[in-house]
């Protein structure tokens, strides 16, 4: 059976990320194209990479006359990061069928480590609506948060162009009209909070980890129920304003 664009792209990307060293003119024969579409696809792999991640690059070696990624930490599993870039690689393809990217999302959440895979499903299953928005800052801006999500942290924001911080425990990483939002507990307001990360410039974590209680969690997943009703005017008093205090109440 012939594979698609998406499959041939994901193959090639998981070849050079295990450290395979890759022959085009071989590749091309078993996977039945064109040259110029094989160099095409390193095209758009070495521009996400470069995007993304730059300690990672695809090389060409003379003397094999084949190309290889230049990757000096190779893991058996791929990071967060690594699933954003093979999204967008894949993803971006026109001719896909919705249950086609629903697939691939389900084998890059495969990949990640188990504790992961949930909290980045509702991140990955949004890429199509995402990749025009996603750059490598976001990336590593998920990827960190995500991971303090795991490990229960409780941080403080710093917000693009201005003096002001907001210290809060994250609970989730969501996604409503073209923006990523970071749900999270305000431990100064005692508030359900919802961060675009668009004004995120950068945080900092503490050493004492917070444990959400009950209540807690459950009135986040209220606010994050109202985030998927996709009705503005049911979250919008929830989103944190950097240029001024919220004063609205918890639910």
């Known amino acids: 059976m012939k594979l698609n664009k998406a499959q041939r792209m994901m193959i090639l990307y998981q070849k050079l990320s295990k450290g395979d060293y890759i022959c085009k003119s071989t590749f091309c024969m078993e996977y039945e194209i064109e040259e110029w579409t094989f160099d095409r696809y390193i095209t758009d792999i070495r521009n996400l990479l470069s995007e993304n991640f730059s300690l990672q690059e695809v090389m060409y070696d003379r003397k094999r006359d ?9 893991k058996p599993e791929i990071e967060l990061g690594g ?13 896909l069928y919705t249950a086609d990217q629903a697939a691939i999302v389900e084998i890059l ?61 994250p609970y989730s990483v969501e996604f409503q009209n073209q923006a990523l939002y970071l749900a999270a507990w305000e431990l100064c307001s005692g508030c359900a909070i919802l961060y675009p990360l668009e ?10 980890p917070y444990s959400l209680s009950f209540r807690e969690q ?27 205090q919220r004063k609205n109440d918890s639910f």
């Open 66 to 74: 084949s190309y290889f990624l230049k990757n000096p930490n190779l």
């Open 218 to 244: 459950e009135t986040l997943q209220q606010l994050i129920a109202k985030l998927c009703n996709k009705e503005l005017d049911d979250y919008q008093p929830y989103i944190y304003h950097k240029e001024e």
């Open 109 to 169: 959440l495969s990949q990640l480590r188990p504790e992961m895979r949930e909290r980045a499903r509702t991140v990955l299953r949004r890429m199509p609506e995402l990749l025009g928005s996603v750059t490598g800052v976001t990336v590593k801006l998920v990827e960190d948060l995500l991971s303090s999500i795991e490990y229960s942290h409780r941080i403080t924001l710093c917000f693009n162009d201005v003096q002001q911080s907001s210290e809060c425990v």
């Open 199 to 208: 004004d995120i410039q950068s945080y900092v974590t503490t050493n004492e």
């Open 83 to 95: 699933s954003f870039i093979l999204a967008k690689l894949l993803l971006s393809s026109r001719i």
